[in-house]
C-alpha cells in the first residue's frame, strides 16, 4: 500500500507544475507516474446467488441436452426411412421384368361404334368488336 500513497503524492504534485493550459510537459504524453492510478471500480452490488445459477445451469444443460438427444434420433429415423425406400426401390427393380405388350389382333376387322352422347351445337362468329373494345383516335371523334 505504500508504494500507491507515494504514486499518489507524486502525481498530485505533479499536477500543479503542469503548463497552464493543461497539458501535460512531453509533447501530450502521459507520465509513467499517471498510469499508476486508475479511478475506484464500482462494487457490484447485486449479490450473487451462486446455487441458484448452478441449478439454472443444470437446467439448461439438460435441455440442451433433450434437444441434442431429438435432434439425433429425428437423423437416425430420417436415414433409417431412407434406406428402406432405397432398398424397397432395389426389391422392385429387380422383381420387374420388362415385358413385352401383346400384339394386337389384325384378323378381325375394326369397327368402330357409335357415340351416345349428343353433337355439339355450333355457334356462330362473332365479327363485330364491342364498343368498349374500339380503337378511338382524334378523327373518330371529331366526325362525331
Given at each position: 500500500?505504500?508504494?500507491?500513497?507515494?504514486?499518489?503524492?507524486r502525481v498530485e504534485g505533479s499536477s500543479s507544475s503542469d503548463n497552464s493550459?493543461?497539458?501535460?510537459?512531453?509533447?501530450?504524453?502521459?507520465?509513467?507516474?499517471?498510469?499508476?492510478?486508475?479511478?475506484?471500480?464500482?462494487?457490484?452490488?447485486?449479490?450473487?446467488?451462486?446455487?441458484?445459477?448452478?441449478?439454472?445451469?443444470?437446467?439448461?444443460?439438460?435441455?440442451?441436452?433433450?434437444?441434442?438427444?431429438?435432434?439425433?434420433?429425428?437423423?437416425?429415423e430420417r436415414e433409417r426411412q431412407q434406406k428402406e425406400e432405397e432398398e424397397e426401390i432395389k426389391r422392385l427393380r429387380?422383381?420387374?421384368?420388362?415385358?413385352?405388350?401383346?400384339?394386337?389382333?389384325?384378323?378381325?376387322?375394326?369397327?368402330?361404334?357409335?357415340?351416345?352422347?349428343?353433337?355439339?351445337?355450333?355457334?356462330?362468329?362473332?365479327?363485330?368488336?364491342?364498343?368498349?373494345?374500339?380503337?378511338?383516335?382524334?378523327?373518330?371523334?371529331?366526325?362525331?
Amino acid at each position: 500500500m505504500e508504494p500507491l500513497k507515494e504514486a499518489r503524492n507524486r502525481v498530485e504534485g505533479s499536477s500543479s507544475s503542469d503548463n497552464s493550459n493543461g497539458r501535460t510537459s512531453g509533447g501530450g504524453r502521459r507520465s509513467p507516474t499517471n498510469c499508476l492510478i486508475k479511478p475506484p471500480v464500482k462494487k457490484n452490488t447485486i449479490p450473487i446467488d451462486l446455487k441458484l445459477r448452478a441449478v439454472e445451469r443444470a437446467r439448461f444443460a439438460h435441455q440442451v441436452a433433450e434437444k441434442r438427444r431429438l435432434i439425433k434420433q429425428y437423423k437416425m429415423e430420417r436415414e433409417r426411412q431412407q434406406k428402406e425406400e432405397e432398398e424397397e426401390i432395389k426389391r422392385l427393380r429387380k422383381e420387374l421384368i420388362p415385358k413385352a405388350q401383346l400384339m394386337p389382333y389384325f384378323d378381325r376387322p375394326f369397327v368402330p361404334r357409335r357415340s351416345e352422347k349428343q353433337p355439339t351445337v355450333p355457334r356462330e362468329p362473332k365479327f363485330c368488336i364491342p364498343r368498349h373494345k374500339t380503337i378511338k383516335c382524334c378523327r373518330c371523334h371529331a366526325m362525331t
